[in-house]
């Protein structure tokens, strides 16, 4: 987060992150950097322990221009996001944060399958209104 913050790999594209132990804090501490590259277009983050506050700093408004507009996937695979954490996505998507999304993955999370679905619907949505 600090060599991100301080200019480096300005042009980042693609980050993977797998496994890396990034709770909560981690994340939030990660955001604002992850918020501030325009050109991000994948953003793995699976099999981290972080969960709703993390998620939360990473989508909270207002971004900074350009920021996550490139995004096209998402890897939230077995987090600890809850129901509470999908409503905030799903309301992220609503309002536009993610323009390009097309991939989201909430695979082996502990939110409800209802809470997933609704995320899905959101970012169907969302993809339904970038379309010509």
Do not use: H, W, Y
């Amino acid at each position: 987060a600090a060599a991100l913050g301080r200019g480096a790999l300005p042009r980042l594209e693609n980050l993977v992150l797998t496994r890396a132990a990034i709770g909560d804090a981690g994340l939030v501490a990660l955001a604002p950097t992850l918020q501030r590259r325009p050109l991000l277009e994948e953003l793995c983050l699976f099999s981290n322990p972080f969960g709703d506050e993390g998620l939360a700093a990473l989508m909270a408004p207002p971004l900074p221009a350009g920021g996550l507009k490139k995004l096209v996937r998402l890897d939230l695979n077995n987090t600890q996001i809850t129901d509470a954490g999908c409503a905030a996505l799903a309301a992220a998507l609503d309002s536009g944060v993610l323009p390009a999304l097309v991939t989201l993955e909430l695979d082996d999370i502990p939110a409800s399958a209802a809470a997933i679905d609704a995320v899905s619907e959101a970012l169907a949505k969302s993809r339904a209104a970038a379309l010509p």
